[in-house]
């Protein structure tokens, strides 16, 4: 089993580190022919608007979703998440579309550009995560099949569609690895 880590923009290292710890094998993905050999994909944080005309540029986001319409995993972290929602909130920028969500970009104010705090978790019932957030966005739309993992002040921070799955903030910054792990027993499941 080998995870792909979108490599484009953003802090895709961080999210390596991560799985190195864990001992999962991983290969960053920067074209198509990438995606051929890898099991799942993350998508790191970052710019969003970068990160979907990069993906836009190679075809990755066609190859994206024709792997995600066979069932591949997807995890997405802040811009990751942004990139697989269907509406982003005033904004026409390239996205996978893929969770039937919508988006607002930066919804903690421009003064708060990051904090932390701990958060339950509904796969994990007997300690929160350590949750980051950099400029995040929060969740203002979930469709019927979008389960909601994680709020926050009653905004929601974590969903999960299938085997998508998408937080606002960062656990590869922390040295928890549970919401990774996870996202890699989604691999082995059948939905
Ligand atoms: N604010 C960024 C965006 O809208 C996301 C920030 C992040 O990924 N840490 O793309």
Request: glycine residues 8%; charged residues 25%; negative net charge.
């Given at each position: 089993?080998?995870?792909?880590?979108?490599?484009?923009?953003?802090?895709?290292?961080?999210?390596?580190?991560?799985?190195e710890r864990i001992g999962t094998p991983y290969r960053e993905?920067?074209?198509?022919?990438?995606?051929?050999?890898?099991?799942?994909?993350?998508?790191?944080?970052?710019?969003s608007t970068t990160i979907g005309?990069?993906?836009?540029?190679?075809?990755?986001?066609v190859a994206i979703r024709e792997r995600a319409q066979q069932g591949m995993p997807i995890y997405g972290t802040c811009a990751g998440m942004i990139?697989?929602?269907?509406?982003?909130?005033?904004?026409?920028?390239?996205?996978?579309?893929?969770?039937?969500?919508?988006?607002?970009?930066?919804?903690f104010g421009s003064q708060i550009e990051s904090f932390e705090a701990d958060l339950p978790f509904k796969p994990f019932?007997?300690?929160p995560v350590r949750a980051v957030f950099i400029r995040a966005p929060i969740v203002?739309?979930?469709g019927v099949e979008v389960e909601i993992l994680s709020e926050f002040n009653g905004k929601v921070v974590a969903v999960q569609q299938g085997k998508l799955l998408a937080t606002a903030f960062h656990p590869e910054l922390t040295d928890d690895e549970r919401v990774h792990r996870y996202f890699l027993s989604l691999i082995e499941q059948r939905v």
């Amino acid at each position: 089993m080998t995870v792909g880590i979108l490599a484009l923009q953003g802090d895709f290292e961080k999210h390596a580190a991560m799985l190195e710890r864990i001992g999962t094998p991983y290969r960053e993905v920067r074209k198509v022919a990438d995606l051929a050999s890898v099991d799942a994909l993350i998508i790191p944080g970052g710019e969003s608007t970068t990160i979907g005309r990069l993906m836009a540029r190679y075809g990755l986001d066609v190859a994206i979703r024709e792997r995600a319409q066979q069932g591949m995993p997807i995890y997405g972290t802040c811009a990751g998440m942004i990139l697989l929602a269907k509406e982003i909130a005033g904004s026409s920028q390239e996205r996978l579309g893929l969770m039937d969500i919508a988006v607002i970009r930066n919804a903690f104010g421009s003064q708060i550009e990051s904090f932390e705090a701990d958060l339950p978790f509904k796969p994990f019932a007997d300690r929160p995560v350590r949750a980051v957030f950099i400029r995040a966005p929060i969740v203002s739309r979930v469709g019927v099949e979008v389960e909601i993992l994680s709020e926050f002040n009653g905004k929601v921070v974590a969903v999960q569609q299938g085997k998508l799955l998408a937080t606002a903030f960062h656990p590869e910054l922390t040295d928890d690895e549970r919401v990774h792990r996870y996202f890699l027993s989604l691999i082995e499941q059948r939905v």
